[in-house]
């Protein structure tokens, strides 16, 4: 069973920036996809980065695109969000979520991440 624990959430100015971690337990990450999602109150979960295995690339969603930067260190087994420039519309919760390993499908599959972390919280303020 994987276990996945993220930080670095926190209040902000807007134009400001933080780095989240997931910390992943119970299995490596190295070979299966993992993802950023976020979602905020009233709203529909959003895929924010889908960071594919063996250094194939990440995805991120058009709405973060030049602000955010999804990395993976495979010997630390954690993931990292860093983001930039925020802006109010990127208060919301924040998962990371990791498809099981050996997963061979598509990392922009919404069924493909089946462990998902407890969510940390970022609020972008004016």
């Known amino acids: 069973q994987m276990q996945l624990v993220e930080s670095g959430g926190g209040s902000v100015q807007a134009g400001g920036s933080l780095r989240l971690s997931c910390a992943a337990s119970g299995y490596s990450i190295i070979s299966t996809c993992m993802g950023w999602f976020r979602q905020a109150p009233g709203k529909e979960r959003e895929g924010v980065a889908r960071?594919?295995?063996?250094?194939?690339?990440?995805d991120y969603a058009d709405s973060v695109k030049g602000r955010f930067t999804a990395s993976r260190d495979n010997a630390k087994n954690t993931i990292y969000l860093q983001m930039n420039s925020l802006q109010l519309e990127d208060t919301a919760m924040y998962y990371c979520?990791?498809?099981?390993?050996?997963?061979?499908?598509?990392?922009?599959?919404?069924?493909?991440?089946?462990?998902w972390g407890q969510g940390t919280q970022v609020t972008v303020s004016s």
């Open positions: 979520a990791a498809a099981a390993p050996g997963y061979v499908g598509s990392c922009r599959d919404v069924t493909a991440f089946p462990y």
């Open positions: 960071i594919w295995p063996r250094g194939v690339g990440t």
